[in-house]
T-cell receptor
Framework: DAGVIQSPRHEVTEMGQEVTLRCKPI?????LFWYRQTMMRGLELLIY????????DSGMPEDRFSAKMPNASFSTLKIQPSEPRDSAVYFC???????????FGQGTRLTVV | GENVEQHPSTLSVQEGDSAVIKCTYS??????FPWYKQELGKRPQLIID?????GEKKDQRIAVTLNKTAKHFSLHITETQPEDSAVYFC?????????????FGKGTMLLVSP
């Protein structure tokens, strides 16, 4: 397996634009997590899914953020409209069970200007 | 929700010394405690983990201890090498059937000088 795959690796966008980040988890993994990493706040859990169903989205900062998982092999994180304070590295991770290793993708570095 | 505190935020040691990073967690229901290493510009990767029914686990130069009563756990790295330089994250998870809340500490930047 190629591991967790995220796209794009880098995204630069203007304030107010819509941004969509994509993630393909490891095949067979039932859990998918979206994290945001900044120097100030570290790794923040935004939302996670179990068997494609969102379980906890309490970490989503505000209504501008939304996430979907239409099937077991694909998830998206959308920001609309984007703001400069959304600039961060966004990681997707997947795991086979609730207390097993979470494998991270390479991340998407988002810059909103 | 779960809150994980990690100390120190930075740690500088000489090659060959030991390094210790400490974490505390708030929710006594947490039952899984992984440690991740993140090199500059790379993704976090698991280096060791421990479950709540175990007090200590060792893997070569790395060991983790867990004190459930005090709700704290620690990472110990012996005989440090320059390639151990990275940011280390502890995490705590309340996991069960259908749910898994993996909450990270803010990280410790470890610098090993030759």
């Amino acid at each position: 397996d190629a591991g967790v795959i995220q796209s794009p690796r880098h995204e630069v966008t203007e304030m107010g634009q819509e941004v969509t980040l994509r993630c393909k988890p490891i095949s067979g993994h039932d859990y998918l997590f979206w994290y945001r990493q900044t120097m100030m706040r570290g790794l923040e859990l935004l939302i996670y899914f179990n068997n494609n169903v969102p379980i906890d989205d309490s970490g989503m900062p505000e209504d501008r953020f939304s996430a979907k998982m239409p099937n077991a092999s694909f998830s998206t994180l959308k920001i609309q409209p984007s703001e400069p304070r959304d600039s961060a590295v966004y990681f997707c991770a997947s795991s086979a069970g609730p207390v097993t290793e979470a494998f991270f993708g390479q991340g998407t570095r988002l810059t909103v200007v | 929700g779960e809150n994980v505190e990690q100390h120190p935020s930075t740690l500088s040691v000489q090659e060959g010394d030991s390094a210790v990073i400490k974490c505390t967690y708030s929710d006594s229901a947490s039952n899984y405690f992984p440690w991740y290493k993140q090199e500059l510009g790379k993704r976090p990767q698991l280096i060791i983990d421990i479950r709540s029914n175990v007090g200590e686990k060792k893997d070569q130069r790395i060991a983790v201890t867990l004190n459930k009563t005090a709700k704290h756990f620690s990472l110990h790295i012996t005989e440090t090498q320059p390639e151990d330089s990275a940011v280390y994250f502890c995490a705590a998870s309340i996991g069960g059937s259908g749910y898994s809340t993996l909450t990270f500490g803010k990280g410790t930047m470890l610098l090993v000088s030759p």
